[in-house]
């Protein structure tokens, strides 16, 4: 393993030592590690926190800031983070209007967010949560966990946290947040696998010529492997099932996430990019907001998600109103 | 025959010390259906409980039972922190503040751990998951009465776990991550359930080791 870490033991942590350094005037780092906006709670504004585990980056600690995310509840690498985090991040964000959490559907995430809902059911505080779920590569049924939180989750924060800032109550911000969750889907492909610290090496071996579609977030496997392929072919296996889905009609408005996976550089995004939009064009589907970069990640894997949400006016102002955070930051 | 606050002491520090060692081989089978952290995140969870055991006042078997699990749900996230911290926190439960626990109330525990697992993660029999491994085990005690010798009917728990564990290997997983492989998870054993086969075959080794 040839990675940048002094001890996989202490890599989160030294992480969020490094976030703090670099954007205190943004956030702050709390017991038992959760990351919170500097200037929470805010009185009469919803809080919004999310979790999951590391290895996402900037997804979810680079997000907290204004307009975006109040907290976020880093677990360790791939691990959901524990109850006694979101709790806290709970407490230390309420401003008396209501917490809205922000899940991704994973099992652990889940249940870690349930326990600690239960936990700390005898507080005053209002919470509600949306669970994300946009990964079309797996099919939604009794037989599955059920399709994971992807790409779409980005969206969800930054929409969400766009409510919550202009003061809409914890009613109108969960009802939006469940509409960007209603509106997108995703699906992601690997060319690598990705290396958990902890572990040491690669965590599932591919051949030079091969690939994996249908890749979550965790290097878990996805559902399968198939001969490399050229850009534009690969973009036409990931962009067909999510437009199967039948949410995309001809003069609909769309936002086009194409989000790299860790360890594909930008130029390989655009050449993503480019494909997409030509696709969608071909449809009548007016690409009106874009994001291109890596925002959440799996570690140093090399690979894609496409994530394609369809926007209203509603949520094109919200996307467009400001935002201040380590990862993103416009409109001030 | 009863059972100990001390008995769960031995149990809890040669279970860290078990997961310890097959650290490895739990993460190398959640590597091939999973994400590649159940060794990493027990073993972490396990070294959690160890910290803390000598500062729990001893006298309770569910009073340590109940601090490894709310340990464990504290320390180890993903899923199994919530599901292991489940299953000791209801055999805490279970067992209340006795002192000395009989072999009937101590399977009455694992049985309540049991379904405290299978609710946390709604998970059904034959979905591949801890549950495939820990329901035979808890039957096989319930079905061992008085006459067949504690170490004999812990050994048959033991080995229902790992015929259970076998069992579900070649079926396709419904819950956790190993769900989204679809067929592809098919011929993979479980890590969670071999986690749980470990616990048996430790509980049966906490009481053996002692006679």
């Known amino acids: 393993m040839k990675k940048l870490i002094n001890d996989p033991e202490r890599a989160v942590d030294e992480a969020l030592a490094g976030m703090v350094a670099a954007h205190g005037d943004l956030i702050r780092v709390e017991e038992p590690n959760i990351v919170v906006r500097r200037d929470a709670p805010r009185q009469g504004k919803v809080g919004i926190i999310s979790g999951g585990g590391s290895g996402h980056e900037p997804m979810h600690g680079g997000f907290v800031g204004l307009g975006m995310l109040d907290a976020a509840c880093p677990g360790a690498v791939f691990t959901s983070p ?7 991040a709970t407490k230390a964000v309420d401003g008396g209007a209501g917490v809205l959490h922000i899940v991704k559907n994973y099992t652990g995430d889940v249940m870690n967010f349930e326990m600690a809902a239960e936990m700390a059911q005898t507080d005053s505080i209002e919470v509600s949560s949306v669970l994300i779920a946009d990964d079309v590569a797996v099919q939604d049924s009794l037989y599955t966990a059920g399709r994971r939180g992807v790409g779409g989750t980005v969206l969800a924060e930054k929409i969400a946290g766009a409510a ?3 003061g809409a109550d914890l009613a109108t911000v969960t009802r939006i947040c469940q509409k960007v969750q209603d509106n997108v889907r995703s699906m992601g492909m690997a060319l690598t696998s990705c290396t958990v610290p902890a572990a040491g090496k690669p965590t599932f071996e591919i051949g030079d010529d091969e690939m994996e579609i249908g890749v979550g977030i965790h290097g878990e496997p996805g559902r399968r492997r198939a001969k490399l392929a050229p850009a534009d072919e690969i973009v036409q296996l990931l962009v067909d099932p999510i437009l199967e889905e039948g949410l995309f009609d001809s003069g609909d408005e769309a936002f086009l996430f194409v989000n790299g996976l860790g360890g594909t550089p930008l130029l390989e995004l655009y050449i993503v990019y480019r494909k997409v939009a030509e696709m969608l064009d071909s449809r009548g589907v007016r690409v009106t907001r874009n994001l291109v970069g890596s925002y959440i990640t799996s570690l140093d894997m090399a690979g894609t998600s496409i994530t394609l949400l369809k926007l209203d006016d509603e ?3 919200l996307w467009d109103a400001p935002v201040h955070t380590p990862a993103l930051r416009w409109g001030m | 025959m009863t059972i100990t606050a001390e008995d769960m002491r031995r149990f809890l520090m040669l279970f860290a010390t078990n997961v310890a060692e097959q650290r490895e081989e739990l993460t190398r089978l959640d590597s091939a259906i999973g994400d590649g952290d159940h060794g990493i995140n027990m073993d972490r969870g396990m070294k959690a409980v160890l910290e803390v055991l000598p500062g729990i006042d001893g006298s309770e078997a569910g009073t340590l039972l109940k601090q490894a699990g709310l340990r464990l749900v504290s320390t180890v996230g993903g899923a199994s922190g919530p599901l292991y911290g489940t299953f000791f926190l209801r055999m805490g439960t279970a067992l209340g503040d006795a002192t000395e626990v009989s072999r009937a109330q101590f ?5 309540a751990g049991l379904e405290g697992v299978a609710a946390r993660g709604k998970a059904q029999p034959d979905d591949k998951t801890m549950v495939d491994a820990m329901t035979p085990a808890v039957e096989a005690l319930e079905s061992a009465d008085d006459s067949i010798d504690w170490a004999e009917a812990l050994t048959r728990a033991a080995d229902a776990a790992v015929t259970g564990r ?7 997983a419904r819950k956790g991550r190993a769900s989204y492989l679809g067929e592809r998870a098919a011929g993979h054993q479980d890590p969670g359930a071999t986690s749980t086969a470990l616990l048996f075959a430790t509980l049966r080794d906490t009481f053996i080791d002692q006679a």
């Open chain 1, 164 to 166: 919550a800032e202009e």
């Open chain 1, 82 to 88: 524990v109850p006694d985090q979101m709790i806290a």
């Open chain 1, 315 to 317: 949520l094109t102002r």
């Open chain 2, 166 to 172: 076998d069992r579900v290997t070649p079926l396709v």
């Open chain 2, 107 to 111: 399977v009455a525990a694992l049985r």
